[in-house]
């Protein structure tokens, strides 16, 4: 049920980008209070809205919650690690701040370490 109202979210997101503000709230709280796989297809819309919109408060926020998705324990015990790992890497990819990129790498090691 969760996937269909990402989806739905997502094609209202793109069919009207002027309205794009009502939808950015109410997806970080999804990301940082729904399960895994869903927080994961969370950030990935959000993403694709970050594409067309990289805003300096919206990208910290949304930077901040893919750090705090990384630190939850559950991603350990899902099945979403390649899914997750191919966001981390576009996001990565991308991001001209070569220190939030050696930060992430940092906590990436100390989660697969610890």
Aim: with cysteine; hydrophobic share 50%; glycine share 0%.
């Amino acid at each position: 049920m969760h996937t269909l109202i990402l989806k739905c979210i997502f094609e209202l997101i793109i069919t009207n980008l002027s309205r794009v503000e009502e939808f950015i709230n109410p997806l970080f709280k999804f990301s940082y209070v729904a399960p895994i796989n869903k927080a994961i297809r969370a950030l990935q819309v959000l993403n694709q809205i970050h594409l067309s919109s990289p805003e300096a408060s919206f990208s910290d926020r949304f930077y901040r919650a893919v750090y705090s998705l990384l630190l939850r324990r559950e991603l350990r015990n899902s099945s979403m690690h390649q899914l997750f790992l191919n966001l981390l890497f576009k996001i990565l990819n991308r991001d001209a701040s070569i220190n939030r990129v050696k930060a992430f790498i940092k906590r990436l090691a100390q989660v697969i370490w610890f």
